[in-house]
C-alpha cells in the first residue's frame, strides 16, 4: 500500500534542497505507482529489468524510469530504448555495450557509475582507483552515446549513523573530483529509506527511495 502522506512529507523535505526523489517501485503493482503518478510524481526506480520493461509497457510514457539494479550487458538492448537513467554501471565492457544499443537506437543515455563505498564484500561497484581508470579510458576514447553524469553508492547496512555519514561523505569527495558531462550539474545518487538524511546533508543530490513510500517489500528485493 502506497503512503500517500509520507510521499508528501518527504517531497516537501526534499524539494528545498533540490533533490530529484527516485520512487522505488521494485515489485510494486503497476497500480501502486499509478497513485504516486496521480499525485504528480513521474521518476520511478526498477532493479529487474523483465519487470521494469513490463511496467513500462503498460504504465504512461512520460515517467522517467531509473534502472538501479545491477545491469547485465545481454539485457542492456531490452532497457535503453525508452530509460531515462541507468544507475549502477561499474565496468566498461557494460558502458560499452550501453553505448553500442544507444547508437542503435539513436539515443544518448546517461549513466551513473557506481563507487564502491561500503564495508560489505557483496556490494557491487568501482573502486576509487578504478574509476579513475575507467575515467581516462573514457577520456581517451569517448564513447558518443554515453553521458556520463555522475555516481551512485550505497552505504554500508548499519546501525552506526557515524559509518554511513563517513561513507557518503567520501562518495561526496570522490564525486567533486570529476567534471561530469551534460548541461545540469552532476548527479550524485545516494541515500534509501533509512539513511536518505544523512545523504541529503552529505551532499546527495537524488535518493532512491522504496519501502518508506511503498512499505516493507517481501524477500526479493
Ligand atoms: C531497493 C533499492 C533501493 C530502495 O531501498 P529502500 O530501503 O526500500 O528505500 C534503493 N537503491 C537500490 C539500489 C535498491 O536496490
Known sequence: MVNKDAYIRLRDELLPHGVTLVAVSKTRPAEEIMELYNLG???????????????????????????????????????????QLIHGVDSLKLLKE????????????????QVFIAQEETKFGLD??????????????PLPHICVRGLMGMASFTEDPGTVRSEFSRLRAIFQKYPFSGAEPGILSMGMSNDYRVAVEEGSTLVRVGSLLFGAREKKG
Open 41 to 83: 510524481h513521474r521518476d520511478f526506480g526498477e532493479n529487474y529489468v523483465q519487470e521494469l520493461c513490463a511496467k513500462a509497457a503498460e504504465l504512461p510514457p512520460d515517467i522517467r524510469w531509473h534502472y538501479i539494479g545491477h545491469l547485465q550487458t545481454n539485457k542492456v538492448k531490452l532497457i535503453v530504448p525508452f530509460v
Open 128 to 141: 576509487e582507483k578504478e574509476l579513475e581508470e575507467l575515467w581516462k579510458t573514457l577520456e581517451t576514447a
Open 98 to 113: 550501453i553505448d553500442k544499443q544507444a547508437a542503435r537506437t539513436g539515443r544518448t543515455v546517461d549513466c551513473l557509475l
